[in-house]
């Protein structure tokens, strides 16, 4: 089920906050809890009802050795000298998991291409989500093996790990700023406040999905395929960088909407990542939970940049390594995390010794690295994106031909470009709401365009990784 359809916002959505809030009104607080989570399953079972008995397994394994964790934390328990093998087993048990569903013909297609070999490939269809759940419940046995995490009820670790807003994109959930939520009573109340505040990001997110984000996908989609020259090649990459912001930003925007109805505040996954003046203020603003995520439980526990510089090079490139990785089973990835991670590199060096370069060059060299970086995001090939490259460096000739072509797309990028820079994102306008006819006419305004645009379903990118 997608945010921007019809059986979405016209019936499950509005379903779901009143029969939660209908249970609240007669104090059944603990069966609302149940119906979210049983909402947010049939949420996920509406793509494909076969891979819930998979999650639940999950849910089941991890909390099983969450509570083991918690349990043993005491020196009189009989697994407390265990617990590092406890914990050992639940992370392997995860990644085998997220391996066997994401990355097992990757694997298969690399040996048999190495070894000559000719195992077949399982075509195993993703399950939607899967990288974010496992995330997030590998960071709660990590905590519940630090003693940080407490033991939560189990319906509260369900409702964690699938509430449904963030499921199958994320944000990337941290138990200890989610779990509590679940049990305050003030959030158990028909909060006015959160509601217009929740639909007023809500309605911008959908605007930014499907009328910026889809309409430059349209542009993206056909570059990727054929484009060659400098003009289009540069057209295709500029496209894909405003559709992949406007679409996983506009997913994220409706997700914290959608949890403000029933008064859960979701972590801030953006902070205009394309005004940022180096690789490492861009990973401060892009998806900001997975850097967390990266930094909280690979980064730190290899040792960070405590041991020194050439360990902390070393660090940084595994870490990006992996959340290459993660994005998808393919070298395309690997690459564009060992990119990110040779510029983190590279911008330490320079920091240690270089001159702090004028704010405007800091700017341009780290939006163009970025933009040229995601043409090994988008690709489906190396050569699919080497061409691309090739085009964007003029090596198959600039042709100004057919510009007629290319001008209602350059002419968007151009009216975007300035908005994203420079004006407030859709955090700051959530911090500085004030409900009032404004604001009312602009969120109907986007609420009604959007409406005319959601015949051409289309999921959202993320939704692949």
């Not at 379903?15 to 947010?40: D, E, P």
């Not at 990785?325 to 240690?352: C, D, K, N, P, S």
């Not at 060059?361 to 061409?387: C, H, M």
Request: net charge positive; aromatic share 20%; glycine share 8%.
């Amino acid at each position: 089920m997608l945010f921007n359809s019809y059986v979405f916002i016209f019936a499950f959505f509005p379903i779901t906050v009143a029969g939660y809030f209908i249970l609240c009104r007669f104090r059944l607080t603990y069966a609302a809890k149940v119906w979210l989570a049983l909402s947010s399953l049939v949420f996920y079972g509406w793509w494909d009802v076969r891979y819930v008995p998979l999650i639940l397994a999950s849910i089941a394994f991890n909390y099983t050795v969450g509570r083991l964790l918690i349990a043993s934390s005491e020196p009189s328990s009989r697994l407390h000298n265990h617990r590092k093998k406890l914990l050992t087993a639940g992370i392997v048990g995860d990644i085998l998991l997220l391996g066997y569903y994401k990355y097992a013909d990757f694997f298969l297609e690399n040996l048999n291409a190495i070894a000559g070999s000719s195992f077949p490939l399982l075509h195993i269809v993703l399950p939607l989500g899967i990288s974010f759940f496992t995330f997030t419940q590998i960071a709660f046995l990590v905590d519940a093996y630090k003693q940080k995490a407490k033991e939560y009820d189990i319906i509260n670790y369900v409702l964690f790990v699938t509430f449904y807003p963030h499921l199958i994109a994320g944000p990337i959930l941290h138990h200890g700023e989610m779990m509590p939520q679940f049990d305050r009573v003030r959030n158990k109340v028909w909060n006015w406040s959160n509601v217009t505040r929740g639909g007023f990001i809500f309605c911008i997110g959908l605007f930014k999905k499907v009328v910026i984000a889809d309409t430059f996908a349209e542009f993206a989609n056909d570059g990727f395929a054929r484009a060659h020259m400098f003009i289009d090649s540069w057209v295709a990459a500029l496209s894909y960088t405003f559709q992949l912001y406007f679409d996983f930003s506009g997913y994220t925007d409706m997700a914290i909407g959608i949890a403000l109805f029933f008064n859960i505040r979701l972590p801030q996954n953006f902070n205009s990542p394309y005004k940022a003046t180096s690789i490492q203020d861009f990973w401060r603003r892009w998806h900001m939970t997975l850097s967390r995520f990266l930094r909280d439980y690979i980064y730190i526990p290899l040792g960070g940049n405590r041991k020194g510089k050439f360990r902390t090079y070393f660090n940084n490139m595994a870490v990006f390594l992996i959340g290459g990785f993660w994005h998808g089973a393919g070298w395309t990835f690997i690459m564009w995390g060992f990119l990110h991670g040779l510029a983190q590199v590279i911008q330490r060096i320079w920091g240690e010794w270089g001159r702090p370069l004028p704010r405007w060059l800091a700017w341009g060299i780290t939006f163009l690295f970025v933009n040229v970086t995601w043409v090994f995001f988008r690709a489906e090939s190396f050569d699919q994106a080497l061409r691309l490259l090739k085009g964007m460096a003029g090596l198959n000739g600039i042709a100004f031909s057919h510009f007629e072509v290319y001008f209602y797309p350059i002419l968007l990028i151009a009216v975007f470009l300035p908005i994203v820079l420079f004006t407030r994102n859709s955090s700051e306008r959530e911090r500085d709401f004030r409900p009032g006819w404004k604001t009312g006419l602009a969120a109907a305004a986007m609420f009604i365009v959007s409406l005319f645009f959601l015949n051409r379903i289309s999921e959202f990118l993320y939704f692949n990784f």
